[in-house]
């Protein structure tokens, strides 16, 4: 039950009204849990001429580097029964975000790992987000990358961006996802998304 609700969750994401997200990690096959290679972000490592951004607090206990001039988008009610919690967009260039939550699930990065390879996605890699364990994964035929991780409760988190096949976004994107980390005491007070 919770693998085909993992799946259903995932795509229902995917399907979301904004254009699809993009690729930050070299294509590679599913392997098993035990042989995955863990990819390394660290927000110290950004390039800081990627773009100029703005720290947002998501209210959510994590925080992101987002680029200064995009446009929050209003989530509508079609949106918010899929999971999106936060989107936000350049709709000159067409590059978004979208971060959704869904709670109850009760899952650990290696179920979310085991259950995206059982669903049939070949791009999958294991990540550390500033301390975050995570699954990254594209979806090439949709034009998607994401990141998905649990909270401590279970839930689990996805943050889509795209598209990924434009090269003057993959910088961009890249420094977003170095950029997911823990929220902490002093940027809870910066801007809440």
Do not use: C
């Not at 995570?134 to 409760?153: L, R, Y």
């Not at 170095?178 to 005491?185: G, L």
């Amino acid at each position: 039950m919770m693998k085909k609700r993992l799946a259903v969750i995932m795509l229902a994401g995917m399907m979301m009204s904004l254009s699809p997200v993009g690729a930050m990690a070299a294509e590679t096959e599913v392997t098993t849990e035990s042989s995955a290679a863990e990819i390394v972000f660290n927000y110290k490592d950004m390039d800081p001429n990627a773009y100029e951004g703005t720290w947002i607090s998501t209210g959510l206990g994590f925080d992101l580097y987002l680029p200064s001039d995009w446009d929050v988008l209003e989530v509508s009610d079609e949106n918010a029964k899929q999971g999106i919690v936060y989107q936000a967009a350049d709709s000159a260039k067409g590059w978004n975000i979208a971060v959704s939550y869904h709670e109850g699930m009760q899952v650990t990065v290696d179920d979310i790992y085991k259950q995206l390879g059982d669903a049939g996605y070949k791009s999958l890699y294991k990540m550390d987000l500033n301390g975050i364990p995570a699954v990254g994964f594209d979806i090439d035929d949709q034009k998607v990358s994401g990141v998905a991780f649990a909270d401590a409760d279970g839930g689990m988190y996805t943050v889509q961006l795209g598209p990924n096949d434009d090269k003057d976004f993959k910088p961009v994107m890249q420094n977003i996802f170095m950029s997911i980390s823990p929220t902490t005491a002093e940027s809870e007070t910066e801007t809440e998304a």
